[in-house]
T-cell receptor, first 117, second 111 residues
Framework: DTAVSQTPKYLVTQMGNDKSIKCEQN?????MYWYKQDSKKFLKIMFS???????INETVPNRFSPKSPDKAHLNLHINSLELGDSAVYFC????????????????FGPGTRLLVL | DAKTTQPTSMDCAEGRAANLPCNHS???????VYWYRQIHSQGPQYIIH???NNETNEMASLIITEDRKSSTLILPHATLRDTAVYYC????????????FGTGTRLLVSP
């Protein structure tokens, strides 16, 4: 059973196109994330959603629009793709607790490799 | 979250223990040390975390110094499949916290 799944695994597209990446988790978690890993392998958070509400938005261009139809899904739509958007995009999920003692582990999907030509 | 410093790369022979150090001299009192790893072309994978005491699970052991300024992740019997980039991350518990990944340590396990 795949805990966090992403589709597609590979995405090759032309500059200026609009594309979406889908993410689903079957762990019953209430929080989901999108991370971007660039060509230099730096892994950086883009967005976080908790119970379908945006919690973290890390100064990502507004061409990127996450959408969470329910707790188990967090999709990423990218408008007007640019060469610099080429990267691996990882979805993750966790169960967030607000208690000071709560520990939280994030579970990552396999990644979507986006190449913009 | 504390800034962490790790060696860029390390080598280990298969079957030997791999000891991966991490410096986190600015860690705060309630900040945990987390370790994740990323095997080539895969998503990051949680390994272990700790606050003060040494911790052990089925994957690894975590040794945290008494002053909490550094820690060591130990893979007791490294296998070829342990070749990966290992990230040490400082994190305050609770709330909506993001994981801040540094550059990590690239561990190469050789036959």
């Amino acid at each position: 059973d795949t805990a966090v799944s992403q589709t597609p695994k590979y995405l090759v597209t032309q500059m200026g196109n609009d594309k979406s990446i889908k993410c689903e988790q079957n762990l019953g978690h209430d929080t989901m994330y999108w991370y971007k890993q660039d060509s230099k392998k730096f892994l950086k958070i883009m967005f976080s959603y908790n119970n379908k509400e945006l919690i973290i938005n890390e100064t990502v261009p507004n061409r990127f629009s996450p959408k969470s139809p329910d707790k188990a899904h967090l999709n990423l739509h990218i408008n007007s793709l640019e060469l610099g958007d080429s990267a691996v995009y990882f979805c993750a999920s966790s169960q967030v607790g607000l208690a000071a003692t709560h520990q939280e582990t994030q579970y990552f999907g396999p990644g979507t490799r986006l190449l913009v030509l | 979250d504390a800034k962490t410093t790790q060696p860029t790369s390390m080598d280990c022979a298969e079957g030997r223990a791999a000891n991966l150090p991490c410096n986190h001299s600015t860690i705060s009192g309630n900040e945990y040390v987390y370790w994740y790893r990323q095997i080539h072309s895969q998503g990051p994978q949680y390994i272990i975390h700790g606050l003060k005491n040494n911790e052990t699970n089925e994957m690894a052991s975590l040794i945290i110094t008494e002053d909490r300024k550094s820690s060591t992740l130990i893979l007791p019997h490294a296998t070829l499949r342990d070749t990966a980039v290992y990230y040490c991350i400082g994190r305050v518990p609770g709330g909506f916290q993001k994981l801040v990944f540094g550059t990590g340590t690239r561990l190469l396990v050789s036959p």
